[in-house]
């Protein structure tokens, strides 16, 4: 008697879950697009600003480092800089770990990565 109305069960339901599967996939497909657009579009282009930035680094610059130390730059070279912490007090940073100065973009109200557009 079970295996009658498993059986039963499985035979009718053969077009429902067609239908079914086809409603998971357009759920699964819009969730993708909406993960894509709240968050993988938003920090690829925050990316894009930070490295646009890293790239537009000038003599002069204050800037803020990954480790929190804020400074001026004295000197850019290829993969480094050197930044003058305070009046002969300079240390060789990488690149990679420059930040925009939050101070700076106090001060002046803008944001040095956007003036490189």
């Given at each position: 008697m079970l295996n009658n109305f498993i059986l039963l069960q499985a035979a009718s339901g053969g077009d429902t879950a067609a239908g079914g599967g086809m409603t998971s996939l357009i759920m699964i497909v819009l969730l993708i697009v909406i993960?894509?657009?709240f968050m993988i579009r938003p920090q690829s282009q925050?990316?894009?600003?930070?490295?646009?930035?890293?790239?537009?680094?000038?003599?002069?610059?204050?800037?803020?480092?990954?480790?929190?130390?804020?400074?001026?730059?004295?000197?850019v070279k290829e993969n480094t800089i050197i930044l003058e912490?305070?009046?002969g007090v300079e240390i060789?940073?990488?690149?990679?770990?420059v930040y925009q100065s939050a101070q700076d973009?106090?001060?002046?109200?803008?944001?040095?990565?956007?003036?490189?557009?």
């Open positions: 993960f894509y657009f925050k990316q894009k600003k930070i490295n646009e930035f890293r790239k537009g680094l000038e003599k002069g610059d204050k800037v803020m480092t990954a480790g929190g130390i804020y400074g001026k730059i004295r000197e912490i305070t009046k060789t940073i990488d690149k990679n770990s973009v106090a001060e002046t109200g803008a944001d040095p990565a956007q003036n490189n557009k």
